[in-house]
C-alpha cells in the first residue's frame, strides 16, 4: 500500500514537473437523476488532448477513461457440493469493492501501459484492489476475486471496452459508457488517463452523482426514516385496492 | 413499459409484473390458494432481490384476501374471535420468524432452508390438489372417512385452559390457534406465502372447526397476518417495495374477481389437475435445483 502511494507521488512528480501534453476532460452530465422512467443511462465522456505548441506527435498519446462507483464492503459466500446437495460452504470478504467499473480505451490495457502502471492507477479488471479480508490463502483469495468480476460483469456492473475510446486527429477523444438501470446510487468518479509508452503522461477526474429524484426518492427516503409510516402506508394501499375492486365489481356481477 | 422500482433498486416491465398479478389473482379466486407461492419464486427469477420479492408479495396477499374475507363476513363465515387469536398468533410468529431469518442469513444458509421449506411447501400442496382433483375425475375412490370422529385431535385436547368458541361451535384451548396463527407467521415472513394451505387443513382435521367458517376465518387471519408481516418487514429488512407491490396488486385484485366469477361458469376439475401437476413439476425443478450445479456459485452480501 506505501509502496503504491509513494509509486503515486513519483509518477504525480513526473507529471507536473515535464511541460507534456495536457487533458481537458468533460462529461456529458454531471449528475444522473434515477426516475420512475429509468431504464439505464448513457453517459458521454469527451475532451481534448493539448499538445504543447499545438503539435500532435507521430504517434499520439492514447486516452483510457474509467467510471467508477462508490465502493462498499461486501461478503461473498462460495456454494459447493457437500451431500450432494449444493449449499454455502466457503466465504470470504472484501473491504472496499466498487458498485460500478467501466473501463473504455483505444486498445486493450495490457497493450498500453505496463503492469505496474496499471496496478498503480487500478486499470483494468484485473488491477482493481479489493482489499480483500486478511488471513485467507492467496489461492482461495484469487478463486474469490475471479468469481466477483465474473458474476459483476454478468450484471453490467463490470466492463472493459477495448474500442471504446475514439480519437479524432489525435486531439478529441469520446467514449460512451453504458450504466444499466440496476447501478447503487452515489458519487461516482470519471477518470481520464492520457498515456503514452506504457506510462500515465496526465490525469483528470470528474465527479458524477447518481441519485434517486422526484417520488423514488421519497419512497426510499420514507422506507428508510420512517418504517413504521411507511409499512402503515403499505398496508393501507393493498386494503384499499382490494377494497375498490370488491366494491366495483360486486356491481356489475 | 418499464419502471423502476425504488426499494428493489432496478427497472421492470410494469405490464409483464401486472399480467402476473393476474394470472396468481386468477388462480386465487378459483382455487381459494393465496398464490404467494407462485408470485415469490416467479419474482425471485426475474431478478428481484430475493428479500424484496418475499416482502413485497406479502403486501400483495394482504389485498388479495379483502375481497374473500369481506364476503365470506358478510354471509358469517368468520370467527372473529378465534381469527384475533390466530392473528396474535401470527404477529409473534413473524416476528420470531425475521429473528429466525438473521440468524439464518448470518450462518449462509438462508437460501438452502428457504429452498427446503418451499419444496416441502409446494410438494404437500401440490400431492393435496391432484388428490381432489383425481377424486373429482372419478380418477380415484375418495378417501375413507375416520369411523368415529374425534372432536379434535388428542394433543390439542390435550393443551389447558378452554376456552369456547361459538361460531366454531368448539371448546378449545385459545393456546391451540396461537400456535396456528405463529406458524402462519414464520412461513409469511420467509416465504412470502400466506400460508392458507397449512391453516385450512388443520382448523378441520386438529381443530374439529365447523366447515361453515373455516374458509372465512382463515382468509380473515390471512389478512390480518400478511398485514402484520408486511409491517414486521418495513420495520426490520425495509424491503417493503410498494411501487411493486401495488403492481401486483393492480393485477391481482382484478384477476380474484374473475377467477370468483370462472368457478361458477366452468368446472374447474381439469383446471386443478393441471395446476396440481405445474406446482409438482415446480417443485421438482426446485428438488434437482438444490442437487444440480447451482448458475451462480458465488453470492454477494453488502455489509455496509
Not at chain 1, 473491504?95 to 486499470?123: C, H, M, N, Q, W
Amino acid at each position: 500500500m506505501i509502496a503504491r502511494l509513494v509509486l503515486a507521488l513519483l509518477a504525480f512528480a513526473t507529471l507536473t514537473g515535464a511541460a507534456g501534453p495536457k487533458l481537458v476532460p468533460d462529461v456529458s452530465s454531471r449528475a444522473i437523476e434515477i426516475r420512475y422512467s429509468f431504464t439505464g443511462a448513457e453517459l458521454l465522456l469527451f475532451g481534448a488532448v493539448v499538445y504543447p505548441g499545438g503539435r500532435v506527435p507521430e504517434t499520439p498519446a492514447d486516452v483510457l477513461v474509467v467510471l467508477k462507483g462508490p465502493t462498499e464492503p461486501i461478503l461473498m459466500r462460495e456454494k459447493q457440493k457437500i451431500a450432494g446437495i449444493w449449499m454455502n460452504a466457503d466465504s470470504h470478504r472484501f473491504r472496499s469493492v466498487p458498485g460500478f467499473y467501466a473501463l473504455a480505451s483505444a486498445k486493450p490495457v495490457g497493450e498500453l501501459v505496463d503492469e505496474r502502471t496499471a496496478a498503480i492507477y487500478e486499470l483494468g479488471l484485473a488491477n482493481l484492489s479489493l482489499s480483500p479480508g486478511a488471513g485467507s490463502e492467496p489461492e482461495k483469495q484469487q478463486r474469490f476475486e475471479a468469481g466477483l468480476i465474473d458474476l459483476k460483469t454478468r450484471l453490467g456492473l463490470y466492463s472493459e471496452q477495448p474500442g471504446g475510446v475514439e480519437v479524432t486527429d489525435g486531439v478529441l477523444y469520446r467514449a460512451t459508457i453504458a450504466i444499466p438501470s440496476r447501478v447503487p446510487v452515489g458519487t461516482y468518479t470519471a477518470e481520464t488517463f492520457l498515456v503514452a509508452d506504457g506510462r500515465v503522461l496526465a490525469a483528470a477526474t470528474r465527479d458524477i452523482e447518481i441519485g434517486k429524484s422526484g417520488f423514488e426518492r421519497f419512497v426510499t427516503l420514507a422506507a428508510e426514516r420512517q418504517p413504521l409510516l411507511y409499512g402503515l402506508a403499505a398496508v393501507l394501499i393493498s386494503l384499499t385496492l382490494g377494497w375498490i375492486a370488491a366494491a366495483f365489481f360486486k356491481k356489475r356481477v | 413499459m418499464d419502471i423502476y422500482l425504488p426499494i428493489a433498486g432496478m427497472s421492470v416491465d410494469a405490464l409483464l409484473i401486472v399480467a402476473l398479478g393476474l394470472l396468481v389473482g386468477i388462480l386465487s379466486g378459483l382455487f381459494g390458494v393465496g398464490g404467494g407461492f407462485l408470485t415469490t419464486p416467479f419474482l425471485i427469477f426475474y431478478g428481484i432481490p430475493p428479500t424484496v420479492a418475499v416482502a413485497s408479495a406479502t403486501t400483495q396477499i394482504t389485498g388479495a384476501s379483502v375481497s374473500g374475507a369481506a364476503v365470506h363476513y358478510r354471509k358469517g363465515g368468520v370467527d372473529l374471535p378465534m381469527a384475533a387469536i390466530m392473528i396474535a398468533g401470527g404477529l409473534v410468529g413473524s416476528l420470531g420468524g425475521a429473528a429466525l431469518f438473521r440468524l439464518l442469513q448470518a450462518s449462509g444458509q438462508a437460501d438452502l432452508v428457504i429452498g427446503f421449506l418451499y419444496v416441502i411447501m409446494l410438494g404437500a400442496i401440490g400431492a393435496l390438489m391432484l388428490r381432489d382433483a383425481l377424486v373429482a375425475l372419478h380418477v380415484i375412490a375418495p378417501p375413507a372417512k375416520p369411523k368415529s370422529r374425534r372432536r379434535h385431535h388428542k394433543w390439542i385436547a390435550a393443551l389447558p385452559l378452554r376456552w369456547r368458541f361459538y361460531a366454531s361451535g368448539l371448546y378449545l384451548s385459545p393456546l391451540a390457534p396461537l400456535g396456528l396463527g405463529a406458524v402462519a407467521g414464520v412461513l409469511t415472513v420467509l416465504l412470502g406465502v400466506g400460508g392458507g394451505f397449512i391453516l385450512v387443513p388443520a382448523m378441520i382435521y386438529l381443530f374439529g372447526m365447523a366447515a361453515r367458517v373455516v374458509v372465512g376465518t382463515s382468509l380473515v387471519v390471512i389478512l390480518g397476518v400478511s398485514a402484520a408481516t408486511t409491517l414486521v418487514h418495513a420495520l426490520t429488512t425495509q424491503a417493503v417495495d410498494i411501487v411493486l407491490a401495488t403492481l401486483l396488486l393492480l393485477g391481482s385484485v382484478v384477476g380474484a374477481q374473475y377467477g370468483a366469477v370462472l368457478t361458477h361458469r366452468l368446472k374447474p376439475d381439469l383446471l386443478r389437475l393441471a395446476l396440481a401437476v405445474m406446482i409438482l413439476l415446480v417443485a421438482l425443478r426446485m428438488i434437482l435445483g438444490l442437487a444440480w450445479q447451482p448458475d451462480e456459485i458465488f453470492t454477494l452480501r453488502s455489509l455496509a
